[in-house]
Antibody
């Protein structure tokens, strides 16, 4: 069974940093592209970033480009999202998701809440 | 960026009814479209990919169709467990974008 478990969320002040983790199990992590998708409270979904199975290719949404960094450790089957210069508009539930080579997300984690507030 | 316009924003239907949700892209996305279901308090789940392919384990009452810029999700014989929000997503081009969602409730 595919499992994705996020951690590292919480309350952080504007301008500060936070790092999210996603522990994967139930599949060969190093064979799959991975992504982060977020959802602001009572809002829709927003793709944040993606990384290729080997880690060499990354893509970012316009709203986080230059501030967030996606990375992975295939030996630990873990995905990361380093979030710097956080803003109030980054407040959201962040989901880790496995995605196909094409770009749809076939499995999602349960999500982790990030609140940016002073 | 490709804009995804989803309609209606909310929908009320009766058990057993057939429901259709529409998604329009701002340009041709060549069937690079997925549909997700999100139940209250839960994470999204993939229903349909490549516009009309059913994801593993998804009931056959769900189906997707469309081409070019116009796509739709149909739910036949609505069940109580289908109460959820539904989102479309294009993955034809970066940045990948989602529709605003459709909240489906029981009448």
């Amino acid at each position: 069974e595919v499992q994705l478990v996020e951690s590292g969320g919480g309350l952080v002040q504007p301008g500060r940093s936070l790092k999210l983790s996603c522990a994967a199990s139930g599949f060969t992590f190093s064979d799959y592209n991975m992504a982060w998708v977020r959802q602001a409270p009572t809002k829709g979904l927003e793709w944040v970033a993606s990384i290729s199975y080997g880690g060499s290719n990354t893509h970012y949404g316009d709203s986080v480009k230059g501030r967030f960094t996606i990375s992975r450790d295939n030996a630990k089957s873990t995905l990361y999202l380093q979030m710097d210069s956080l803003r109030s508009e980054d407040t959201a539930t962040y989901y880790c998701a496995r995605h196909s080579g094409l770009g749809y997300f076939d499995y999602w984690g349960q999500g982790v809440m990030v609140t940016v507030s002073s | 960026d490709i804009q995804m316009t989803q309609s209606p924003a909310s929908l009320s239907a009766s058990l057993g009814e057939t429901v259709t949700i529409e998604c329009r892209a701002s340009e041709d996305i060549y069937n690079g479209l997925a549909w997700y279901q999100q139940k209250p308090g839960k994470s999204p789940q993939l229903l349909i990919y490549n516009a009309n392919s059913l994801h593993t384990g998804v009931p056959s009452r769900f189906s997707g169709s469309g081409s070019g810029t116009q796509y739709s999700l149909k739910i036949n014989s609505l069940q109580s467990e289908d109460v959820a929000s539904y989102f479309c997503q294009q993955y034809y081009d970066y940045p990948w974008t989602f529709g605003g969602g459709t909240k489906l409730e029981l009448k």
